[in-house]
Structures are given as C-alpha cells and as structure tokens.
C-alpha cells in the first residue's frame, strides 16, 4: 500500500511539473501578465468538461447561439465559446476513448445528418467559389458538425434536459434584458425605432430580425416552464422570462417575431386547451394585441405608408428565387457552402 501511496505521488508530481511546464512554455511564447491566468482558468475548464461534459457543453450552447460575449461586450476579449468549445471536444474525447464512459450512438437522425455534412463537404469541390467554401468550411463548418455530436451524446439523464430548458431561458433573459435597455436609451435602433443588440461588434443580433429569431427560442421554454407539474422555482422563472422577452421582441417590429409568437401561442394553445375554437380567437387576440404593440404600421420600411411590397419583402422574394434556381441548377451539390451570396446575381 505504501508503495502504491509512492507511486501515485510521483505521479501526481510528475502531472504538476509537466503543468507547470507547459505554463512556463506559453508564458515564455506570450509574455503576458494574464497568460497563466488564462492558462488555469482553461485549465480548471477542462477538468469540469471531464467531470460534468454536458453542463460545460451547455454553456457553450448559450454563448453561441445567444451571443452573450456579444451582448455583454465586458465578455468579448476572453474568447469563451472557443474555450468551452475547445473544452467540450476534449471532455467528450476523454470519454468516448480514455475513460469509455459514453458509447457513440449512431441514431436514423445522426446518420442523415453524417450524410448531409458529406455531401455539404464533398459540395466544396463543385462551389461556385471553392476557396471560400473551403475557407467556411475550415472556420465554421466543421465546428458545427462536431458539436452536433457531443450535443446528441453527451446528455444522459432527464434531468439534462431540464438544465437545457432552464439556461435557454436564462440565456434568452440575457439578451431580452439587453435589449430593453437599448430600446429605452436609444441604443443600436435601426430605422429610427427598431432596436438591435451588439452592432458595435457586426452582431448577428445587430438585425432586428435575427434578434427576434434568437428570443422567439427561449420564449417557447419559457411558456413550456409556467405548465403545471413543473417546480415552483422553474414556474416563476417562466414567468420572469415570459414577462421580459416578450416586451424584447415587441421592440424589434420584426413582423417575422410576430409570426413566431403567434406560431408558439398556437402550437401550446392546441396542447393544453382542450377547444379549437378558444385557441383560434386567443391567437387572433394576441396578433391584433400584438400588431398595435409593435407599431408595425409605422415602420420606415414595411410601415403602412408605403404601398405594394416594401424593400425588405421583395429582398426575401428575390431570395427564395434565387434559392430555387441554385436548386434547380444543381440539386446535388448546390452553389457551395457560403456561396449564396457571391453567387446571388448570377440566379436571380
């Protein structure tokens, strides 16, 4: 016993000094005061991706999809979706091959999704310009093809599930609270009153639209929370998220937003009351309610002065054009993957 005592704590000095040597090297290549804070934040990262792999994955969930960083530019510098990306790969990998804890399964929806990211990567050959796609493909493409699959295998309880539901919605009151607050200072508004989030930073939230998109996903958890049988904690957070994203949304007077939470109100409506008939006039309700709330009418564009399609429909017209020409053209491969827009003029 005395000597396995020995060895585990040769061994555990030998894992210090190599730590400490690696820290030293990057010190040494990056000379900077904050490097081995970086260093062991990263590094206190990693172990909590090995011992708790979906929390760590979750978190890099809600910073990419929300764009937290973007949101809170404090959050900016420090790089954390590639942290806990980077941290999620490698506790999956410890996992899957070291400690075999989790077997890879391969379900009907991972294969179709396998088949489409092979023929997408096989479509660079044929793009319209190969060295974009490509370019894409090595920045982007693959990351999301990789987290695809630690998100399908890391869960492994229900309660996962409900950890996922409960930092949507946290992330969604993030960027609703966010959003409030530059619609009341006048911050980032585009059209004079649509507001938007993180302009400064070419946001993918800097479209009023896209913002919408992003707070229309938690709303529907958020609804999902307030349900009987949940928590009471769960069930007021629901609430707060409810009472704080919807406002967000109203603020964007994206007319897609509207839609969406016309499509979310039905689709519950349908579940949990047991009329058709209650459920279609509480839709109607909402979308007049709604409609007046947003001021839609007023839009500089799409408002209800100007006649015939506005600017922004006849865009996506010309786009869902564009999209079935590029099918119709090469139904197999397609234009190449972040080729729509070079390619854009030559489908219209």
Not at 52 to 77: Q, W
Not at 119 to 131: K, S, V
Not at 140 to 153: E, F, H, P, R, S
Not at 252 to 280: D, E, N, P
Request: charge should be neutral.
């Amino acid at each position: 016993m005395e000597a396995q005592g020995g060895l585990r704590s040769f061994a555990d000095l030998g894992v210090g000094l190599a730590a400490s040597a690696v820290l030293a090297g990057l010190w040494y290549v990056q000379p900077d005061p904050l490097t081995p804070v970086a260093v062991t934040g990263f590094a206190v990262l990693l172990v909590s991706a090995i011992a708790r792999p979906f929390l760590v994955c979750l978190a890099f969930i809600v910073f990419s999809f929300f764009r937290i960083h973007e949101a809170y530019p404090a959050l900016y510098t420090l790089h954390l979706p590639f942290a806990l990306g980077a941290a999620t790969v490698a506790g999956l990998a410890v996992h899957v091959f070291v400690v075999r804890s989790i077997t890879p399964v391969w379900s009907p929806e991972l294969k179709w999704f396998a088949a489409f990211f092979l023929l997408t990567t096989a479509g660079i050959l044929f793009a319209y310009n190969r060295d974009l796609a490509w370019a894409f493909w090595g920045d982007v493409y693959w990351k999301i093809g990789l987290m695809t699959l630690a998100v399908a295998w890391l869960p492994r309880s229900a309660r996962d599930f409900q950890y996922a539901a409960v930092a949507f919605v946290i992330g969604g009151i993030l960027v609703a609270a966010v959003t409030i607050y530059n619609r009341c200072y006048g911050i980032d508004l585009v059209e004079l009153s649509r507001v938007t989030v993180g302009r400064e930073l070419n946001s993918l939230l800097a479209d009023p639209n896209d913002l919408a998109l992003v707070l229309l996903f938690p709303l529907s958890f958020s609804i999902a929370l307030t349900m009987s049988g949940n928590l009471p904690l769960h069930r007021f957070l629901g609430a707060a998220a409810i009472a704080t994203i919807l406002p967000a949304v109203i603020f964007t007077q994206s007319r897609g937003g509207l839609l969406g939470v016309l499509a979310v109100v039905f689709a519950y409506g349908l579940r949990h009351v047991r009329s058709k008939s209650i459920v279609i006039v509480l839709t109607v309700s909402v979308a007049l309610l709604l409609y007046a709330a947003m001021g839609i009418s007023g839009r500089i564009s799409g408002g209800g002065s100007q006649e015939g399609l506005d600017e922004s429909a006849q865009e996506r017209l010309s786009a869902w054009g564009a999209a079935v020409n590029m099918a119709a053209s090469r139904p197999l491969t397609g234009v190449g993957v972040a080729n729509f827009a070079p390619s854009f003029f030559y489908y219209v």
